[in-house]
């Protein structure tokens, strides 16, 4: 007889605790059957299928219409318990069509969505998945965000789409389910699979590269911050990639308007101009605006530039600690010239750190495979390189703090690592001479930084002599020349105008 499992939003759990007071005595049943501790625990829990006996046995005793709660055939064909919840969806209508027409009438096995945080690939796969889950026998949404070895992925599979009667198996049996029956799986969060060079990192590895050649009518569809070679290189006939920007004004704009804010027509495009990430945009900047402007978008645009909070701080910090040194340096090579960087500027800037191929393959990864980096063609020629203007402001904090602990770290212990940012990058940049961009990178980099530590040393003198020994060090240490004893001195220079 087939095991019968629960509807999806039941939860047992929220049981009165007299309900389970009593189950916990077997006697109290009245049955004829011995229960064991871990079918009153499936039960309880409502998430694995039981028997029919066993789960009709247990809603009598708690008065429960057993027909209610089961799930039916189409419900047991469905697992969104790992799905996020469904939420307003605004825009995104090329990709939502694009991708349909990857999975529905291509018939792709392998689809890849990767951008980076924030930027809705979750939204938009929910969005997707209920347009077209009734087009396949089976739906499963699973999340992989703590990187849960294989194994259990692998149970879960196995169970669902073995609808209970299978409690455990191989990668090559679910192939055969994958082939036997149209199944839509969404896997979230796959980067920090990407992140996990073990044993476990290859199973899923394995399992991805066998879902993407071998011949099936099912579809595996991931979500990632990035995109890694090794599902590059899969990229076909029967495999795509799609990489999720940031929205269009017109989809921020939908979205603020939606959510209640109002303001004049170039305000509300000042305004989403700035912000178009969806999660910092809906979860940290819209309800902020409504809490002290009661929805009106004119004096936060008047007064505030870009906000950045601890949150989306907090928020930032983790997707940067997955990208590499060089791609971190070569960030702020663009925050530097303020979101105006072009390939000559940056090779002049970089060229004592970073060889051509070095630069262009960093550039290209950051473009394509992290998201970071976006391309400004409006005047071409040149293209210039840019950063997301909450982004552009985190970075620029970032770099601040950073040279400040830096130096502060090369007064105190006399000692020069010789890869610190200010020996790496230039405060003021020279090449071409450009009088706007260096006032502003007086105002945003240098200035901060002064006041920084001069709050840490107390005095404009102190400070002043204190950078002067920096400065002997360089010479005792071979730094004379470069980017270090021109920054060093840009801070005398601050120091003065005071």
């Known amino acids: 007889m087939q095991p019968i499992r629960f509807r999806q939003h039941l939860s047992l759990a929220q049981l009165p605790h007299s309900y389970w007071q009593s189950i916990l ?7 004829s059957f011995a229960v064991s501790l871990a079918t009153w625990k499936r039960f309880r829990e409502a998430r694995q299928p039981i028997s029919s006996i066993n789960f009709q046995a247990f809603c009598q005793v708690l008065n429960l219409q057993w027909e209610n709660i089961a799930e039916n055939d189409v419900e047991c064909r469905r697992n969104f318990s790992e799905a996020p919840p469904v939420s307003n969806f605004y825009g995104r209508t090329q990709e939502l069509a694009e991708l349909q027409q990857w999975l529905i009438q291509e018939r792709c096995r392998l689809v890849v969505v990767y951008g980076m945080g924030g930027i809705g690939k979750s939204t938009l796969a929910r969005h997707l998945v209920d347009k077209i889950a009734d087009k396949y ?7 992989v965000e703590s990187a849960p070895p294989f194994q259990q992925i692998l149970i879960k599979l196995m169970q669902f789409l073995s609808r209970g009667e299978k409690k455990e198996g191989d990668i090559s049996q679910i ?6 029956q149209r199944c839509l799986i969404v896997m979230d969060s796959w980067e920090e699979i990407i992140g996990d060079e073990s044993e ?16 099936h009518q099912s579809c595996l569809l991931l979500l990632s911050r990035t995109k890694t070679q090794k599902i590059e290189i899969l990229q076909g006939q029967l495999v795509r990639l799609k990489r999720l920007g940031a929205l ?4 921020a704009r ?9 303001g004049t027509d170039s305000e509300l495009e000042e305004f989403t101009r700035r912000y178009r990430n969806p999660w910092i945009l809906k979860r940290i900047i819209i309800p902020k605006v409504h809490a002290v402007f009661q929805g009106a978008v004119s004096e936060f645009v008047e007064q505030i530039s870009i906000y950045v909070d601890d949150e989306i701080t907090n928020f930032l910090d983790q997707q940067f600690q997955q990208i590499s040194e060089a791609e971190t340096n070569l960030i702020y090579w663009v925050a530097l010239r303020r979101n105006s960087a072009s390939w000559n ?4 800037d970089s060229h004592q750190f970073l060889s051509y191929n070095q630069l262009f393959q960093t550039l290209n990864d950051l473009i394509e495979r992290r998201s970071f980096l976006a391309k400004n063609t409006e005047y071409l020629p040149p293209v210039l390189y840019i950063l997301d203007p909450v982004i552009l402001k985190y970075t620029t904090e970032q770099f601040v703090q950073k040279n400040y602990q830096q130096i502060i770290q090369v007064v105190k212990s006399r000692n020069i690592q010789g890869s610190e940012l200010f020996i790496t990058h230039s405060f003021i940049t020279e090449h071409p001479k450009d009088e706007e961009l260096n006032q502003e990178q007086i105002r945003r980099i240098v200035k901060p930084i002064q006041k920084m530590l001069l709050a840490q040393l107390g005095s404009q003198q102190q400070l002043e002599d204190e950078l002067r020994k920096v400065l002997s060090l360089f010479n005792d240490q071979g730094f004379s020349q470069g980017y270090a004893y021109q920054n060093i001195s840009h801070l005398i220079a ?5």
């Open 25 to 31: 005595n077997p006697q109290s049943f009245r049955l």
């Open 137 to 143: 026998d089976y739906f499963i949404w699973l999340s």
């Open 175 to 180: 192939m055969q389910y994958l082939h036997r």
């Open 200 to 215: 476990n990192y290859t199973s899923y590895s394995v399992f991805v590269e066998r879902v993407a050649k071998e011949a």
């Open 248 to 251: 269009t004004y017109e989809e």
């Open 254 to 262: 939908k979205i603020v308007i939606a959510e209640g804010l109002s």
């Open 345 to 348: 500027q940056l090779v002049q």
């Open 494 to 498: 601050a120091c003065k105008q005071v």
